[in-house]
């Protein structure tokens, strides 16, 4: 079955902020024709429906919700779509719910029981993640093509396991290499059609990455200590005097706002940076994707979606989603090389003649 035309696609003709188009290459932008009054209807019936049937709705919700994001989101023309059954997210989430349910009755028996427990969980993570990442790709689709994944139990255990571990003991040192064998594990066993994904970011850029945070928080508290410190020492001066107590209250606001604002800085920075070292270090096929999230905006868009969040009593939720995605979308481009219809044309003709891979019965999705 031949490729559908491409209309109504975000094409531009120069690859974003980078140098000059390359022959034989287009760049195709993804977009998102929803809204956040539309999605909004949808948040508010499945938290209704998941209210009245104490939970067990959440599962049709959220394939209600991954649906209309897919389905809204184009890539050159054509839309994605969702598959996931409900049944399986429920199961899913009723094992979830049964595990960290036996970690808080273990803590009330006593701390051995709940460390027993805590140990099973740790354990066992790693494979619920690999099967659930197994789910969200099988039940992802473009133009009738679903994507695989293909990682290994064994490779989630030192992704989700070793890797952490050996972050924590070494107080962070390893936590950029971490990060990257993260990315590379989860990008490059994916497939589109029979067409693995191809990882070629370098880890030295996951380091820099940090080291830039590091010497983002040495000026960052540079910069609290001046604004902080007079607060402090007309407080000190002041002495126990209503003076010295207003100082003292302005110091601890002033204190908060910064820790608050610095965090957020630091958070959306490390995220920009490390989302567009992965993208634009993937490929599929001959074709490359392109990532120019922008750290000042992302922790714009956050903090004003909080603030929403905050006035409008939580209902602001379903826009800020809409918001927060419109965004990261419009920083997402594909680099293709040649005719994507061609490729998309030949994939299909090869999963229509070797056939496509159904997933296991016991797969599920664990995610909220």
Known sequence: MPAPPTTDKRTVTTPPETGELLPQTTYEGFTFSGTGGEYFRIWIVNILLTVLTLGIFSAWAKVRTM???YRNTRLAGASFDYHGNPIAILK???????????????GMVSPTAALAVFGILVCVLPWLLCRSLRFRCYNTSYRGLRLRFTGTTADAYK??????MAA???????????????????HSNTSYGHT?????????????????????LAALITVAAMVIGPFILAALTAGETAAGAISAALGMLAGILMYLLGSMAIWAFISA????????????????????????????????NLLGLLVTLGLFKPFAEVRLNNYLLSTSTVAVSGSLNDFVAAEQLEVSAVGDEAVDMFDFDIAI
């Open 159 to 164: 992704v989700f396991l070793l890797f952490p």
């Open 273 to 304: 940076r490390v989302q567009n070292l992965a993208w634009n270090g993937t490929h599929v096929g001959p074709h490359r994707f392109v990532s120019t999230i922008k750290a000042r905006q992302l922790a714009f868009i956050t903090v004003t």
């Open 92 to 106: 899913g989430r009723l094992l979830a719910a049964i595990l960290f349910g036996s970690y808080t009755a273990a």
């Open 67 to 69: 649906q209309y994001f």
């Open 168 to 186: 924590a003991l070494t107080l962070g040192g390893l936590l950029p290499l971490w990060q990257h064998r993260m990315k590379r594990y989860l």
């Open 196 to 216: 693995p994904f191809s990882f070629d970011a370098a880890v030295g850029g996951f380091y820099r990455v940090y080291l830039s945070a590091l010497a983002l």
